[in-house]
């Protein structure tokens, strides 16, 4: 696999290093689109394990992860699920979104992310001891979810947890030049206009574009679509539906690209 393209903020590799040498789980707390997934693909290349990323929601029954019977002709065959698979194999098992998860499939991480290290399959009797290897992170948006109401503090204390936010200026402009395929001016630009559009929080926006978005943008622009056109689909339109906030928005384009 290639190395998956990764600027580092600050020290995280460095602690997450730590923790999978320690077996300690991790918690990726951050915005949308801020870099958590692809930090966890550059770990998992980086420490040479395997990566079983899981998305949770709120039907996501601690059968769907720990495995469950299958019908098969005429015979039940046991299947691991996505979290037995990972500890038997030694990989790293990222949950994405787990304050969506209910609290009865999230307990069955427990047993995983203390001492133990174990996962019971109730159904077949088997207890698995997890590979070396194995290593659990998880991720979430503190902001527009239901908030850590939802993550006992009996979860919660199983991670070490390390804070994300959108990179700061001048790596965020070097992302957008090897992701997006903009040159340099282009992105400086983009990212002047980002910061002001994300100083509109104060006035309202819920959301503000992350660098996800700023990407998309860049790659539109990258692809021949005009400046302001590309700025106007990429970064404004997916934000709000306010037509007071997407005017003022606009504004803050046109002014960036007159
Ligand atoms: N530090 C970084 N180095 C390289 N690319 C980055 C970095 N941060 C963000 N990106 C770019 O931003 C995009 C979105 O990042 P990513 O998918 O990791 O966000 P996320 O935090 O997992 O979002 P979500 O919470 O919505 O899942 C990536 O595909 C990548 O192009
Ligand atoms: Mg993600």
Redesign the pocket.
């Given at each position: 696999m290639a190395e998956?393209?990764?600027?580092?903020?600050g020290d995280e590799v460095a602690v997450f290093e730590q923790c999978h040498a320690h077996q300690l789980a991790v918690m990726?707390k951050?915005?949308?689109?801020?870099?958590?997934?692809?930090?966890?693909?550059?770990m998992a290349w980086r420490l040479g394990r395997p990566l079983i990323t899981v998305s949770c929601h709120d039907d996501l029954s601690a059968g769907d992860l720990v495995g469950r019977y299958l019908i098969h002709h005429d015979d039940t065959v046991w299947q691991d699920g996505p979290l037995a698979s990972a500890a038997r194999h030694g990989a790293i098992c990222y949950l994405?979104?787990v304050v969506e998860a209910r609290q009865d499939t999230v307990v069955v991480l427990h047993s995983l992310t203390d001492y133990r290290r174990t996962l019971p399959l109730e159904k077949t009797g088997e207890l698995i001891h997890a590979a070396a290897g194995f290593q659990l992170v998880v991720?979430?948006?503190p902001g527009y979810q239901r908030m850590l109401k939802d993550m006992k503090p009996s979860t919660r204390q199983r991670f070490v947890a390390l804070d994300?936010d959108?990179?700061p200026a001048e790596?965020?402009i070097a992302?957008l030049v090897?992701?997006?395929g903009v040159d340099a001016g282009t992105a400086h630009a983009l990212v002047t206009l980002t910061h002001k559009l994300r100083g509109l929080q104060d006035r309202g926006l819920a959301e503000v574009p992350?660098?996800?978005l700023?990407?998309a943008t860049a790659k539109l622009i990258a692809g021949g679509i005009p400046l302001r056109r590309a700025c106007y689909a990429g970064l404004v339109a997916p934000l709000s539906d306010d037509g007071s906030l997407v005017g003022a928005m606009r504004d803050l384009v046109d002014l960036s690209f007159a």
């Open positions: 998956p393209y990764y600027i580092p903020s990726l951050g915005p949308t689109g801020c870099g958590k997934t692809r930090f966890v693909e550059y994405d979104e991720s979430y948006n994300f959108f990179p790596r965020e992302i090897h992701e997006g992350s660098t996800r700023l990407v």
